[in-house]
C-alpha cells in the first residue's frame, strides 16, 4: 500500500510537471502553429509564379513584368551544389536578378539582385532604396551550407506617410529591414535565373514568384 502511494505521488507529480512544461514552453509552439494557419494578407493579390524549378544559366531570361509596384513580395527557393564560379575573378555569381536593363549603377537596376560570395558561401541581396546605388544600403550576408534548400523572401510594403517598409527573410525568419521613403514604380522589369554579367551559381531555383500590388 505505502508502494502504490508512492507510485500514485510519483505519477501526479509527473503530470503536473509535464503540465507545468507544456504551459510554459508548448503556448509559444502552439501560438506558432496558429500563426502559420493564418494567411498571408495580400488583399486578394494572388502571387505570379516565374519559374516551377529549374538549373541556374548565364543570362536566363525568365520573363518581362511591365510593371513593378512600390509594393511587392518575391518569394524563392535555392539550392547551391558549390560556390565555384566559372570564372574566378570574380567573386559573385547570380541566382535572381530583376532589373530595368543595366547590372548596377542606378535605381532600378536590382529590384532586387542576389549573389552567392564565391570565398565565403555567404549571400548578398541589393535593392535600389533611396534612390542610390543598391549594394551601398541594403546589403545582407547569411551563412550558406551546400546542397541544403533556402527559403527567401524579399518584400516592400507601405506602412504610412510616404514611408515603405523593405524586409528579407531567410527560412521565415527576418534577416534586416530598411525603411524607404523614396519608393517607386519600375517598368518593363527582366527576370534573369542567372543574369548575364555574373558567373552562375552552381544550383537551382525554384518557386520563383512575384506577387504585385498594382
Wanted: a neutral charge; one cysteine or more; charged letters at 15%.
Amino acid at each position: 500500500m505505502v508502494f502504490q502511494q508512492v507510485k500514485d505521488n510519483w505519477i501526479k507529480t509527473f503530470i503536473w510537471w509535464l503540465m507545468f512544461g507544456l504551459l510554459t514552453n508548448g503556448i509559444e509552439v502552439l501560438s506558432t502553429k496558429c500563426k502559420k494557419k493564418i494567411p498571408p494578407n495580400n488583399h486578394g493579390v494572388m502571387p505570379q509564379t516565374i519559374i516551377q524549378e529549374e538549373v541556374l544559366t548565364v543570362g536566363n531570361l525568365k520573363g518581362v513584368i511591365p510593371v513593378i509596384s512600390p509594393e511587392y513580395i518575391v518569394q524563392f527557393t535555392f539550392k547551391l551544389n558549390s560556390v565555384n564560379t566559372v570564372d574566378p575573378t570574380k567573386i559573385w555569381c547570380s541566382l535572381i536578378h530583376f532589373t530595368e536593363g543595366e547590372n548596377i549603377g542606378a535605381p532600378g537596376t536590382r529590384i532586387p539582385g542576389v549573389y552567392i560570395h564565391s570565398g565565403d558561401a555567404t549571400t548578398t541581396t541589393g535593392l535600389a532604396i533611396h534612390g542610390n546605388v543598391p549594394t551601398i544600403l541594403a546589403y545582407s550576408k547569411y551563412d550558406i551550407q551546400m546542397n541544403k534548400a533556402y527559403d527567401v523572401e524579399i518584400r516592400q510594403r507601405y506602412v504610412s506617410g510616404g514611408l515603405y517598409r523593405y524586409s528579407v527573410s531567410v527560412d521565415g525568419i527576418e534577416e534586416q529591414y530598411h525603411n524607404n521613403f523614396n519608393a517607386t514604380q519600375f517598368y518593363d522589369v527582366k527576370i534573369y535565373a542567372g543574369d548575364p554579367w555574373h558567373p552562375v551559381c552552381d544550383g537551382t531555383v525554384s518557386h520563383l514568384k512575384i506577387t504585385n500590388f498594382l
